[in-house]
């Protein structure tokens, strides 16, 4: 955990917080373009970080947190932000004009920004991906000489002293790489010393290299207050024996401390391929001691933003169906930049350790399959699909095993008819037909491959898609890969038969048998509540019902009706009174420049920017403004005196710069300032003005006012 004040820790699981964030993206030339949330596209920030990629509690992982933002950055060449930096920080108010500020991570471009008009989304990760450079080396040392040698050859800064690694696990123990093990790249390098410590790999806030063992320290009580979502497991997961392999010999070796628990599969680590067997058996005996003084309780969980929170934190959820003193290890962590945060801990059940579905595939694999082959599995689509403009749906579907380390090939071949989409012009009486384009997404193991898109463009007709694409696959594991088209401007119909792909790799393997495992998708149409934001009143009764014994059942994902019913939500349940404006209500109240109803909507009529805007309204109090359009092409500006001047907010009220091709507040912006901000301004009367951007659509303006109970 990033340390912090105690006014901040009382202040972030308060009732009513007050944050803010904001940060910088420099160029490789030293050009610094600083943005806010007045820039940063509502919806868009999003912090991944995860240090067991699989299901189980693992060590040796090195995590590379990934950072998804669009921003708002006019006249910039989306080349020149290509290998520069991003700086992200978190401020909470934690007292009346004083702010605690959080590092959220430096983070690299590593691949050319998107760019649509003056928007810009980057892709970026921190410097964990310094350490993707081949190694090939011998070395012998202790574990701090080892990272500092990595941590030299990759220009990344070591973050820990020798001191702090010597207190580790086996943190004194001199080792070697084993050359007849070949370790790919530094990054490999680091991964197999975080194990031989039983630690995991991170990169700090602060740009450094960390590792980190598990512990059992609690960083943080999460009572219910501060939750809004948490789904524990009904076990504990916690590892009582070890199984490495031991290359010289080619023999697996398993220490069991005692029986219960879980077996760590650490398979073959080139740090621990040690001749003399007291010693390679001392290294594992200190791991699985190391292992099996922690049990964690598997969960998911939603809770409010705390970027001071990191991985490897330990979590004690308390109060309703949560046990006390049952601790969890936040192994990944999704953080929305001004939304809540993701929380979840791995781990499998030691109840069900006989034999795993993995490990039974895995069994089956090895006595099907010669380790050194290369193996082709084929897929055909076994039913007709179709997708339709605008639509997703999976095309190929492969579940495979891997025997031993294996670099993976797939190549698909999909036959479909693309049938353009047209656009009717009443004005010239004339259809117009445009090229179709078809957008491929690739899931590995369920994980977005978000390296590589391809995207096509067609005509009308029978066309042929060719995909490729390449990876590394673990040893010993269950995994898919899957591949997903999205259709814009046409349709897709591929016939029965016609979506043709196989995967290839040594040591990869399938079993034609049914293995018990049923997949299962199904897609539901949003619900649109929209309609109902009007004034109401409503009383809320809980009480406790007895469960019937269900004839079927079926699970799915809970319906959250919180943010589109309520703007905000404390110990009692109000509402607001609002001055709606849209097409379907009082759309000739409007005053139109450029700008026409298409349908429920407000368009641009020609070209360059419409503008649409609401009548003077009378209030006393504004609590909130919100809007509906499409994505980002919408900007606002307000007046408070009937159209005589005009203001937008950024970090204050000012005035908009209309010398800007773009100028005004995107609406989360514009939702986002208090009540107390909009009294700095209001004098009874307010206006709203949209500023349509070329394509843009506005359905509705709701002006939220007093509140009533």
């Known amino acids: 955990m990033y340390p912090v004040s105690e006014l901040y820790l009382e202040k972030i699981t308060g009732h009513s917080?007050?944050?803010?964030?904001?940060?910088?993206?420099?160029?490789?030339?030293?050009?610094?373009?600083?943005?806010?949330?007045?820039?940063?596209?509502e919806g868009s920030g999003k912090i991944t970080r995860e240090i067991c990629p699989q299901d189980d509690i693992v060590?040796?992982?090195?995590?590379?947190?990934?950072?998804?933002?669009?921003?708002?950055?006019?006249?910039?060449?989306?080349?020149?932000?290509?290998?520069?930096?991003?700086?992200?920080?978190?401020?909470?108010?934690?007292?009346?004009?004083?702010?605690?500020?959080?590092?959220?991570?430096?983070?690299?471009?590593?691949?050319?920004p998107e760019r649509s008009q003056n928007v810009v989304t980057i892709h970026a990760y921190d410097a964990m991906l310094n350490f993707n450079k081949d190694f090939g080396l011998y070395l012998q040392g202790n574990p701090y000489y080892l990272l500092s040698y990595a941590c030299n050859a990759c220009s990344v800064e070591l973050g820990i002293t020798q001191e702090e690694i010597a207190n580790y696990t086996n943190g004194t123990v001199e080792t070697y790489t084993y050359q007849e093990v070949e370790i790919y790249t530094y990054r490999d390098l680091v991964g197999y010393i975080a194990s031989y410590l039983c630690c995991f790999a991170y990169i700090g806030v602060d740009g450094?290299?960390?590792?980190?063992?598990?512990?059992?320290?609690?960083?943080?009580e999460v009572p219910p207050s501060w939750r809004f979502e948490y789904k524990p497991k009904d076990y504990e997961a916690f590892y009582t024996a070890i199984s490495a392999y031991f290359a010289v010999s080619e023999e697996t070796e398993t220490i069991t401390l005692r029986s219960g628990g879980l077996t760590y599969e650490l398979g073959i680590n080139p740090l621990i391929q040690f001749n003399a067997d007291d010693v390679r058996k001392s290294v594992l005996t200190n791991i699985i001691t190391s292992l099996a003084g922690i049990s964690y309780t598997p969960f998911t969980?939603?809770?409010?933003?705390?970027?001071?929170?990191?991985?490897?934190?330990?979590?004690?959820?308390?109060?309703?169906?949560?046990?006390?003193?049952?601790?969890?290890?936040?192994?990944?962590?999704?953080?929305?930049?001004?939304?809540?945060?993701?929380?979840?801990?791995?781990?499998?059940?030691?109840?069900?350790?006989?034999?795993?579905?993995?490990?039974?595939?895995?069994?089956?694999?090895?006595?099907?399959?010669?380790?050194?082959?290369?193996?082709?599995?084929?897929?055909?689509?076994?039913?007709?699909?179709?997708?339709?403009?605008?639509?997703?749906?999976?095309?190929?579907?492969?579940?495979?095993?891997?025997?031993?380390?294996?670099?993976?090939?797939?190549?698909?071949e999909i036959k479909g008819l693309v049938e353009t989409t047209e656009s009717y012009d009443e004005a010239t009486d004339f259809y117009t037909e445009t090229d179709g384009v078809i957008y491929v997404t690739y899931k590995s193991g369920r994980a977005e491959v978000v390296e590589y898109y391809?995207?096509?463009?067609?005509?009308?007709?029978?066309h042929l898609l060719h995909l490729v694409y390449t990876w590394w696959a673990s040893a010993n594991i269950l995994s898919t890969f899957e591949v997903f088209i999205r259709c814009e401007g046409c349709s897709l119909t591929i016939e029965q038969g016609a979506s043709r792909g196989y995967i290839a790799g040594v040591g990869l393997v399938g079993d034609g048998a049914w293995d018990g495992a049923v997949h299962i998708y199904e897609n539901f149409t949003p619900l649109d509540f929209s309609i109902i934001r009007r004034d109401f009143e409503d009383e809320v009764e809980s009480s406790f019902h007895t469960p019937l014994a269900p004839a079927a059942s079926e699970s799915m994902v809970r319906h959250n009706f919180f943010s589109v019913i309520f703007k905000d939500f404390t110990e009692s349940v109000g509402a607001s009174r609002l001055h709606r404006f849209s097409v379907a209500y009082n759309a000739n109240d409007m005053r139109y420049e450029n700008a026409m109803v298409s349908g429920n909507n407000w368009v641009v009529e020609t070209s360059g920017l419409g503008f649409v805007t609401t009548p003077d309204c009378e209030v006393d109090q504004i609590l909130t403004i919100t809007s509906k359009h499409s994505g980002n092409d919408v900007a606002y500006i307000v007046s408070f005196d009937g159209g005589e001047t005009w203001w937008t907010y950024a970090n204050g009220w000012v005035e908009p710069d209309y010398t800007q091709d773009v100028y005004g507040m995107f609406e989360g912006t514009m939702r986002s300032i208090t009540s107390e901000q909009w009294a700095e301004k209001l004098n009874g009367t307010i206006m709203v003005r949209a500023i349509l951007i070329e394509n843009a659509t506005l359905t509705d303006i709701q002006i939220y006012t007093e509140v009533y109970q």
Not at 18 to 40: A, H
Not at 327 to 346: D, F, R, V, W, Y
Not at 454 to 462: A, E, L, R, Y
Request: include cysteine; charge should be negative; hydrophobic fraction near 40%.
């Open 17 to 41: 917080v007050q944050t803010n964030w904001y940060g910088s993206v420099k160029t490789t030339i030293g050009t610094v373009y600083p943005f806010d949330l007045s820039t940063i596209i």
């Open 301 to 412: 969980a939603m809770v409010p933003c705390d970027p001071s929170l990191m991985v490897g934190d330990i979590l004690n959820f308390t109060g309703n169906h949560a046990v006390d003193g049952k601790l969890s290890a936040i192994t990944k962590q999704i953080i929305k930049i001004n939304g809540s945060m993701e929380l979840s801990c791995a781990g499998s059940d030691p109840n069900l350790n006989v034999l795993t579905e993995k490990e039974k595939a895995i069994q089956t694999a090895s006595r099907n399959s010669n380790k050194d082959g290369m193996y082709y599995y084929d897929f055909a689509n076994a039913e007709e699909v179709t997708i339709g403009d605008g639509e997703t749906a999976r095309v190929i579907l492969f579940d495979y095993v891997t025997t031993k380390e294996t670099h993976v090939d797939f190549h698909a």
């Open 454 to 462: 391809p995207i096509n463009t067609f005509f009308d007709g029978i």
């Open 208 to 220: 450094k290299l960390y590792l980190k063992p598990y512990t059992t320290e609690i960083t943080r």
């Open 59 to 112: 060590i040796g992982s090195t995590c590379s947190a990934e950072l998804d933002i669009s921003l708002v950055i006019p006249n910039v060449d989306r080349y020149e932000l290509y290998k520069g930096t991003v700086t992200l920080f978190f401020q909470l108010k934690i007292g009346e004009g004083a702010w605690e500020t959080v590092p959220v991570g430096v983070f690299t471009i590593a691949e050319p």
